[in-house]
């Protein structure tokens, strides 16, 4: 393979003029042997340009995620997918561990990628030499080659770092070798505050942090071992980072390799605690562990964390990643007496000068707002913002000292009361004593001696602020009184004040953030006060407006879950507002899915789909108002039409419950369009989807059948869906959908005419039955088809049943079904498909030229019908029970208290017992295969597809007592012999439950007739009068 070549095509790609033909060269290259090989010699070689390289090691990423794994042919083709040849896959293996050591950083990231894929998929079957790699050189003195080889043992251990401890020997056995190794290097280090030490130091702490985070492997990290790495961790946390980096501007210091580093062991500690070492909240395997590492490291740790405590409380510079650490490793330590005594001295300190200030608006805070009111918003709603924000850890130290211990919350209230009262205290402060109070609110709502005073609280210095001229204090006044939206008002008056301030603040204030905390907090007040709701009433639709105009402007997710409810709560007010919210919702999705930005930011994603549930929402609320619902129509096309002419696919399960909801009631000439065109974007992308279309596939053929009929390319379109689905590889799963669609088209149409699908349906579920089948579902779904064909035309079944043929058999298939049919009717499950099957049976033994097959298993038809009763019986009686309620109420009133003694430590529910249990779960998780033989008849009485409903479904419609009654006492009548080969192999027992059947045959028709009468004014029948006997055994009727 000619490198220059590649190299000339890799520099089109960056020159925008060239780019489409080079990506064309290269994509014509790819596959060809030697190119990956050669894509690696140009990335390491110093001799290219950087920016080459630099495509290179892109490009080489990306190919060997996607085609290093082995991939078979896709079920239908013969021709194998694209690989990297196993010739080409060994040069790979055998240089890249030297190219990621001597490569820069920005290459050796790339190639990184490269190898983790690569262990992932060869390691240790095709590749334990890679291990030896590292090992060799991480044996080298050169300090410059130990960062790329850590970099390569990273890759490793993270490829096994989620993995179950179970499954981790490979790796376990590698580090018997490199922990030691490691270890060693970074005791060397330590003393060595150079740049490139500290960044070896870093990387062995992660490689680390791999290492345990999920699985302590105490094979490897003994005692003595642990002692040692607490020992270095300890030191790193508590040297001094370089005087010179004051220097460096504050907003770039955390990103500083001594910041990280020091990171990197508080982020061990905390996590070794947390998870390992809490005596009385670890499993069972950890306790010993927990119990050494308690006793010696806990105090001793937290000794030099309260000392960077201190420099921070002293105004000395401290990473806020660094200082959230510390505060979670602390929020652990009050759980137990030890560390608490330690801590207890300090504790008014920590809460008033390190708490505190981190919960009061700073003045990076006020210049986001200013810069970027936006981005302030995204910042305080992001919740992967909270997992490093030492603002949060903050809030959770102190929320959990004041739950636990009782000197905490007296004192810190009478600290923020202090700072409420005095008039001219600075208003940041006032911010964070109302942030420090709203943080609490859970606590001091189930304490008697606070929850009394909180009303007063609220009404005499919350809501004032809402007068304030400072936008973040009216915003912190909504977010207060979101935190004590649970409160019992006394006076009436106040919650009415509360919600009109809140509500004046969602419609009137012109800074965003305060819209936005006030739409939250109104509402918290519409789900948790009855009486909010009345007051907001009469201004629901300046309110959905105001909210609308929020939700495009900041497009924040959470705002379209306060409007989801809005809709719900006021389902009445919704329908006069309906058409312009549903047209801004369109219009803030369109923005939402054309925005350059959208395929980066993960939020722009749940924030559409958080509008199309909104829309779907609306759909609902208005269904019965079919003037709505068709203004709605068009809009909701649009938005379904963006989605599928783009291809989105992770929103398709959306846009389908949307064109469902638009088709419960009528279908609509543009929603018929709308079948082909799904047919068609769903030809192109993918089937996995099915599912998730089978609703609104079901109300094309349910809502309106003579419509559907009345074109015959509907019919096709939903025939070629089925069948592509059942000859692929969707999965079991959608495979008994597509089953069920056809039956439920075959029951749907009983009369109407569509004799020439029969066939069709019937081959194309009895050729998927002669393919592995995994699973009954799937089984019972395929001859359900067939049986509701049977029902459909007895004579047009047996017909293509002689007529089909099979490759892999001559014969007619009719004998093979029937058998199969029988070997499973104790595997038809639910009301439904025990009644269809029910249904079948009855008509193919009152069938007057019956298959001689039908006959080879006469033996087993009554008793098969038998047992289908009695699970139809119990299933009868399982919907009775399923459709009473109960409600259950809670007692809110009473005080809780979870204050635990000084010299205690919390050992709660969530600790041992809740431990315990968790293990006790995977024993019945093995006992789980034994206990679904016990269960499985009496407790899956409803199956997943009975929700598509037929007319067999429909209540007094169709009775299979009545039909299999009726088709006994025929055949008892006219065919002597036939019912005496029927009934002949039935037991005593047998006889007296088919006896049961036919008396209850005959209540269920009095029933029905009696509640028929009923209905036009009539009387009762006497359901308990006596029933006679019909049939009889071993003679014919006229020897009764």
């Known amino acids: 393979m000619d490198p220059n070549r590649i190299i000339q095509a890799l520099k089109g790609t960056i020159d925008p003029n060239l780019r489409i033909a080079a990506e064309t060269e290269l994509n014509q290259s790819y596959k060809i042997i030697n190119f990956a090989p050669t894509l690696l010699q140009i990335i390491v070689s110093d001799q290219v340009e950087f920016p080459v390289r630099q495509a290179a090691a892109i490009y080489m990423k990306n190919m060997v995620t996607q085609y290093w794994p082995d991939r078979e042919a896709p079920p239908g083709e013969a021709m194998l997918p694209f690989n990297i040849h196993e010739n080409d896959r060994q040069k790979i293996r055998d240089n890249i561990v030297e190219g990621i050591i001597h490569s820069p950083d920005l290459i050796r990231s790339q190639l990184a990628v490269c190898l983790r894929a690569i262990i992932k998929y060869d390691f240790p079957g095709r590749w334990t030499a890679v291990v030896d790699k590292i090992g060799f050189f991480l044996q080298s003195p050169n300090n410059a080659s130990w960062l790329g080889s850590l970099m390569c043992l990273y890759q490793l251990v993270r490829t096994y770092e989620f993995k179950k401890a179970e499954e981790r020997d490979p790796l376990i056995a590698a580090m018997q070798i490199f922990l030691p190794r490691i270890q060693q290097k970074i005791f060397q280090l330590l003393p060595d505050s150079s740049q490139l030490s500290v960044l070896?130091?870093?990387?062995?702490?992660?490689?680390?942090?791999?290492?345990?985070?999920?699985?302590?492997?105490?094979?490897?990290?003994?005692?003595?071992?642990?002692?040692?790495?607490?020992?270095?961790?300890?030191?790193?946390?508590?040297r001094d980072v370089p005087p010179e980096t004051l220097q460096v501007d504050e907003d770039d210091r955390p990103e500083l390799v001594w910041w990280k580093c020091k990171k990197w062991a508080l982020h061990l500690v905390a996590r070794l605690f947390e998870r390992y070492g809490s005596p009385g909240n670890v499993t069972k395997e950890y306790i010993e562990f927990s119990e050494f590492f308690f006793k010696t490291y806990a105090v001793g740790i937290q000794q030099v964390l309260l000392k960077l405590l201190d420099q921070h409380?002293?105004?000395?510079?401290?990473?806020?990643?660094?200082?959230?650490?510390?505060?979670?490793?602390?929020?652990?330590?009050?759980?137990?007496?030890?560390?608490?005594?330690?801590?207890?001295?300090h504790i008014q300190s920590i809460s008033e000068e390190v708490v505190f200030p981190l919960m009061c608006y700073k003045d990076e805070d006020e210049e986001l707002w200013q810069e970027d009111p936006y981005e302030y918003i995204r910042m305080k709603f992001d919740v992967f913002e909270d997992h490093v924000s030492p603002t949060i850890a903050a809030q959770n130290f102190l929320y959990t000292a004041a739950k636990k211990r009782k000197e905490v919350l007296p004192k810190m209230m009478s600290f923020c009361y202090q700072i409420l009262t005095i008039p001219s205290e600075d208003p940041r402060k006032k911010d964070g004593a109302l942030h420090v109070i709203g943080s609490l609110a859970d606590i001091l709502l189930k304490k008697n001696i606070y929850k009394g005073q909180m009303e007063l609280i609220l009404q005499s210095y919350v809501f004032p602020l809402f007068n304030s001229e400072l936008g973040y204090l009216r915003a912190r006044a909504c977010w207060v009184l979101h935190s004590f939206c649970k409160l019992k008002f006394t006076n009436d008056l106040n919650?009415?004040?509360?919600?009109?301030l809140v509500k004046k603040s969602l419609i009137?204030?012109?800074?965003?953030p305060v819209k936005v905390e006030a739409a939250i907090a109104l509402q918290s007040f519409i789900s948790n006060q009855d009486q909010a709701k009345l007051y907001i009433k009469h201004s629901v639709r300046p309110v959905m407006q105001e909210l609308l105009h929020v939700v495009r402007e900041t497009e924040n997710d959470d705002l379209t879950n306060v409007i989801q409810k809005m809709i719900c709560e006021y389902s009445e007010e919704m329908t006069t507002i309906a058409v312009d919210m549903t047209q801004h919702l369109a219009m803030t999705f369109s923005k939402v899915l054309q925005s350059d930005a959208y395929e980066e930011v993960e939020d722009k994603t749940v924030m559409a789909m958080g509008i199309l549930n909104t829309i779907d929402t609306i759909l609902t609320v208005v269904e019965d108002h079919k003037e709505i619902t068709q203004q709605l129509e068009g809009i909701c096309l649009q938005v379904i039409g963006l989605v599928l002419q783009k291809h989105v696919i992770e929103f398709y399960e959306e846009v389908l419950s949307l064109a469902y909801s638009l088709t419960c009631q009528v279908i609509s000439p543009n929603m018929w369009q709308l079948l082909g065109v799904l047919y068609e974007v769903l030809q192109q992308d993918c089937f996995e989807y099915f599912t998730d279309m089978m609703p609104l596939l079901h109300n094309y053929v349910t809502v309106d059948t003579d419509a559907f009929l009345s074109n015959p390319k509907n019919v096709e379109i939903?025939?070629?869906?089925?069948?592509?689905?059942?000859?692929?590889?969707?999965?079991?799963?959608?495979?008994c959908h597509a089953a069920k669609l056809l039956e439920v088209i075959i029951l749907q149409c009983q009369g109407k005419g569509i004799d020439q699908c029969i066939p069709l349906f019937v081959e194309a579920v009895l050729e998927r039955?002669?393919?592995?089948?995994?699973?009954?579902?799937?089984?019972?779904?395929?001859?359900?088809?067939?049986?509701?064909?049977?029902?459909y035309s007895p004579m047009l079944l047996v017909h293509t049943l002689e007529n089909i043929r099979f490759s892999h058999?001559?014969?007619?298939?009719?004998?093979?079904f029937i058998n199969q049919w029988m070997n499973d009717t104790d595997c038809f499950l639910g009301l439904h498909d025990r009644k269809v099957c029910i249904i079948g049976l009855s008509t193919l033994m009152e069938m007057q030229n019956r298959p001689e097959a039908v006959n080879a298993v006469a033996a087993q038809i009554l008793p098969s019908l038998l047992l289908l009763f009695l699970g139809l019986k119990r299933a009868y009686a399982s919907k009775v029970t399923n459709d009473q309620d109960e409600n259950g109420e809670e007692d809110e009133d009473a005080e809780e208290n979870e204050e635990i003694p000084s010299d205690e430590d919390d050992i709660r529910e969530a600790g041992q017992q809740y431990l315990d249990m968790l293990e006790q779960h995977q024993v019945e998780e093995d006992e789980e295969d034994d206990d679904d033989d016990e269960w499985d008849e009496d407790g899956l009485e409803e199956t997943a597809l009975e929700g598509f409903s037929t007319p067999l479904d429909e209540d007094n419609n169709v009775d299979e007592y009545q039909i299999f009654t009726s088709a006994l006492l025929r055949i008892q009548s006219v065919d002597a012999a036939w019912y005496q080969t029927l009934t002949a192999p039935l037991s005593e027992d047998q006889k007296k439950q088919l006896q049961e059947i036919f008396t209850l045959t005959e209540q269920r028709k009095n029933a029905a007739e009696s509640k028929k009468i009923e209905g036009q004014g009539g009387y009762k029948f006497d359901m308990t009068a006596p029933v006679p006997t019909m049939f009889s055994f071993g003679a014919t009727r006229g020897n009764n």
């Not at 070629?720 to 692929?728: Q, S």
């Open 718 to 735: 939903i025939y070629n869906l089925c069948k592509k689905v059942l000859t692929g590889d969707a999965g079991e799963d959608a495979e």
């Open 313 to 345: 409380r002293q105004k000395q510079y401290v990473a806020p990643r660094v200082l959230q650490q510390v505060l979670n490793y602390l929020n652990q330590g009050v759980n137990h007496s030890l560390t608490w005594k330690q801590m207890k001295p």
């Open 200 to 238: 070896i130091q870093k990387q062995i702490l992660k490689i680390f942090y791999a290492l345990v985070q999920y699985a302590l492997p105490l094979q490897l990290v003994n005692k003595q071992t642990m002692t040692q790495w607490m020992e270095i961790f300890r030191t790193i946390i508590d």
């Open 809 to 816: 058999s001559a014969e007619p298939i009719t004998a093979q």
């Open 508 to 512: 009137e204030d012109k800074e965003m």
């Open 769 to 791: 039955l002669t393919r592995g089948v995994k699973t009954s579902e799937l089984r019972t779904m395929c001859l359900q088809v067939t049986i509701a064909a049977l029902y």
């Open 495 to 500: 919650l009415r004040n509360a919600v009109e």
